[in-house]
């Protein structure tokens, strides 16, 4: 409340108020004795600038950001420059001290500590905050603070920490600019900025005051030992732009010619089915295998004109349809809204990809349109949703622990297929709970290849321009090296094997779901210590038999390094061991299902003319399926 002619004295109860974080109260009439008592919040912000105010009961002995600068106190001796001088604002980064006055060269940068170097820069965005008063520079100390006792307790050689200009963006998170500065040296190498990514992203700490949060980083300019490779890079760089004016000037008849050819590729890549026929009689696309391509009349007849009764589902992307091809086969059928459009290279891209798998434990694409401006994708219809819905319990009935090493199996063996038997091989990229559909028998099935990638033909990784993923399962390895390889598919399928385990999301109330095992399991790994963040569903951990050795294969999979973790030919071996040994509960063998399952219990979770309503993923998002039951 400034400028609002405030006059007399301030009532010491004023400052008992439980939640009161920031008073500012400057340029006023406030008057008398300033009394705060000793009630008053920890880290409470007053500012009384430019009032009357002529003494100050606690003058040493308090815990508060106070500013009494221009009140008759600050003109007596009692006055201490505690209160009477203005605090730097958290916005001038570095402390007033006498460097100050150094200046650095052009790209460099100087840090608190006085040192001119390359700082490694990005953003903090966090999901949630326990504060409101963003000028209040505890919570900037707290959080530099913690990072700096995380780097160097992990041997970095940091020289300091600095946030600064925080911002609340349109979701509602908590955004710092974020510079880290070299100890020892100008710069970092490029182990260091790696590991500093991987802490950063992982998160293997706590921060007071704040949530989780995930780290952004810029381009790194400098790492250590680069310039001369640079300065030769630029050298190299002038001779063949050089060399090739030269032969754009002698060849200057056929520049014509490269700029069709220019305009040809670029087509292309805008339209990357220009090159596929699909006027062709049988429907069939020469680049696919085993896919056949839908005429838009097709499944707008087997869907009655896309009615509304059809609908089963609906996203972000389109809607789904429930319909019957003319072979009888009933299909889910994809169809993007217009303005929704996938990319058509995302598009192509799935076609491709689906359209070579073929195996029991993958979800297959029976068909596709790309006809008169549509896009849609024909699946095989998939009956009882996700992984996901099945552990949260949104279907109305629980998986034993039988079932979910089940499960586990069948997933592992449609992932090993991708990875060794595919030609070529498949990175999935996206794996999680909710792109693990089960059918009528509670078989596990693995979906959405909209963000896929073929390996290359030695198979050892394809390098990305962009980091794909889902949060919570995305691998902090390929995050920070942009490294795609089979073992990206590995560390989030060892999450999925967490959840199986927990039914708890992968990030949970600020904790990484790996995390809380990690905590729960204790030093040495036991079971017995697992009970406080199982399922209850599948009872004490001391009566699921197998259960040690799978969390054991699970934390293998998230293991920090992709080297150290095992191939899912491995895991298949592994989860087959387990569930030889483990107790299996023979009601629900491969060819059990949820009418089976429901006939077999003597309370039936739902009831005659019952409706659910589930989430199931066909491709790129995920839609509602709507089913009906009786008793």
């Known amino acids: 409340m400034e400028n609002t002619q405030l006059q007399g004295q301030i009532p010491v109860d004023f400052f008992r108020l439980p939640q009161l974080e920031t008073v500012v109260l400057s340029n006023n009439n406030v008057s008398g004795v300033l009394n705060i008592g000793n009630s008053y919040r920890n880290n409470l912000t007053l500012d009384l600038r430019n009032n009357s105010i002529t003494d100050f009961m606690q003058k040493t002995d308090y815990n508060m950001e106070l500013t009494l600068i221009d009140n008759p106190i600050c003109n007596t001796n009692g006055a201490t420059s505690k209160y009477c001088t203005v605090e730097k604002h958290h916005d001038n980064v570095f402390p007033s001290n006498n460097c100050m006055a150094t200046s650095c060269s052009r790209d460099k940068v100087l840090s608190p500590n006085c040192g001119c170097s390359h700082p490694y820069t990005g953003t903090l965005h966090f999901f949630s905050f326990s504060f409101s008063d963003l000028q209040n520079l505890t919570y900037f100390k707290t959080l530099n603070g913690t990072l700096m006792t995380v780097f160097l307790s992990n041997g970095l050689p940091v020289d300091s920490v600095v946030s600064a200009n925080p911002t609340v963006d349109i979701y509602n998170y908590l955004q710092f600019s974020l510079q880290i500065f070299p ?21 293997p700490f706590q921060l007071q005051y704040y949530g989780p949060f995930f780290f952004i980083d810029e381009p790194y300019c400098c790492f250590a030992g680069s310039k001369k490779s640079s300065n030769a890079g630029i050298i ?122 073929h195996h029991k434990n993958v979800v297959s694409l029976v068909g596709f349109c790309y006809d008169q401006g549509e896009q849609m994708l024909v699946y095989e219809y998939i009956s009882n949703g996700t992984l996901r819905d099945s552990l949260s319990g949104k279907i109305g009935f629980r998986l034993d622990w039988s079932r979910r090493l089940k499960i586990a199996l069948d997933a592992a063996r449609g992932l090993s297929y991708l990875h060794e038997l595919a030609n070529p091989p498949i990175i999935h990229r996206d794996i999680k709970s909710n792109n693990i559909l089960l059918d009528d028998h509670f ?6 290849f909209g963000l896929s990638k073929l390996m290359g033909d030695t198979g050892k990784g394809y390098v990305t321009t962009q980091v794909k993923g889902t949060l919570g399962y995305m691998d902090p390895e390929y995050y920070m090296t942009q490294q795609l390889t089979e073992k990206s598919d590995v560390y989030s399928f060892g999450v999925v094997m967490l959840e199986l385990i927990t039914a708890k999301a992968p990030i949970e109330h600020g904790k990484h779901i790996v995390r809380a095992v990690q905590e729960a399991m204790g030093d040495p790994i036991g079971s017995e210590n697992l009970d406080k963040i199982l399922d209850p569903a599948m009872g004490l951990g001391s009566e699921v038999g197998g259960l040690k050795k799978f969390v054991n294969l699970a934390m293998s999979c998230v293991g920090e390094s992709a080297a150290d973790r095992p191939t899912m030919g491995e895991v298949v071996r592994e989860i087959e ?7 299996v509960n023979k009601k629900m063998d491969t060819k059990y299902s ?4 429901e006939e077999a219990n003597d309370e039936s979770p739902l009831h005659s003319h019952d409706t659910e309503v589930f989430d199931v993923s066909y491709g790129s998002f995920p839609f509602h399926i709507e089913h009906q039951y009786a008793n």
Do not use: H
Request: with cysteine; net charge positive.
């Open 183 to 203: 100890s020892g040296q100008d710069s970092f190498n490029q182990t260091s900025i790696s590991t500093i990514g991987f802490l950063l992203n992982r998160q």
């Open 236 to 357: 190299i760089g002038v001779a063949v732009g050089c060399s090739v004016l030269v032969l754009l000037i002698i060849f200057a008849g056929i520049y014509a010619f490269l700029q069709y050819r220019k305009a040809k590729r670029a087509s292309e890549r805008n339209d990357p089915f220009a090159s596929w026929d699909t006027k062709k009689g049988s429907g069939s696309v020469p680049q696919l295998q085993g896919a056949k391509g839908f005429s838009f009349e097709d499944l707008r007849k087997c869907t009655d004109n896309f009615s509304e009764s059809k609908c089963i589902g609906s996203g972000g992307y389109g809607k789904v349809y429930k319909g019957a091809i003319s072979s009888g086969q009933l299909v889910a059928i994809k169809r993007a809204q217009q303005g929704s459009m996938q990319g058509a290279s995302e598009f192509k891209t799935e076609i491709e990809l689906m359209s070579r798998i």
């Open 443 to 448: 078989n596990a099935k693995v979906a959405d």
């Open 577 to 583: 061991n387990i569930l030889d040994s483990a107790p």
């Open 594 to 597: 949820r009418s089976s399952y």
